[in-house]
């Protein structure tokens, strides 16, 4: 007899939809476990002058780098599935105008020589990150699932290789 609590876990090993979606969502966490401990060095610490600005550049960079590339893979390659659609053209132009609040966080965090400035700058980068992420998952991702066929799958693998190059 089988318990039906193994049910669910059984079918996310299986169903190559609830696959693509754990793919995604594990890019999604490694971005934001990497992203959190760079935001803390600037916004929790009390650092001397040579330390925050190494902080912040460090910061800078990984918002250069692994979160744009994020963000615009998502864009190319997840939104751009769905965008045409009725159902969700609302939920990709939402998405699209959240993504662009960051990338002018992120010009801001680069643009910045204030440590308040950049303090709040960066705890804004990582709490609209967050969100964004999270609507991500609880919205786009099920929208995604419903697609036909394996081709979530497919989206899934192209997003990772564009959000996660040298992985």
Not at 25 to 35: G, I, P, W, Y
Not at 83 to 97: F, N, Y
Not at 135 to 151: D, I, Q, S, T, Y
């Amino acid at each position: 007899m089988t318990l039906t609590s193994q049910v669910p876990f059984q079918a996310a090993e299986t169903d190559p939809a609830e696959r693509a979606c754990a793919g995604i969502r594990s890019v999604q966490q490694r971005l934001l476990t990497s992203l959190r401990p760079k935001v803390a060095m600037l916004t929790e610490l009390e650092l001397g002058p040579d330390a925050r600005e190494a902080a912040h550049a460090t910061l800078a960079a990984y918002c250069n780098g692994p979160v744009r590339r994020h963000l615009a893979a998502a864009d190319q390659v997840l939104y751009g599935r769905v965008a045409g659609a009725p159902e969700t053209r609302l939920l990709v132009q939402a998405l699209r105008i959240a993504a662009t609040v960051l990338d002018g966080d992120i010009e801001a965090l680069d643009r910045t020589d204030d440590a308040h400035r950049a303090r709040a700058v960066a705890q804004r980068i990582e709490t609209l990150m967050a969100a964004h992420l999270a609507v991500e998952r609880a919205v786009l991702l099920p929208a995604l699932a419903a697609l036909p066929g394996h081709e979530l799958a497919r989206l899934a693998a192209d997003f990772t290789v564009l959000a996660e190059p040298l992985r």
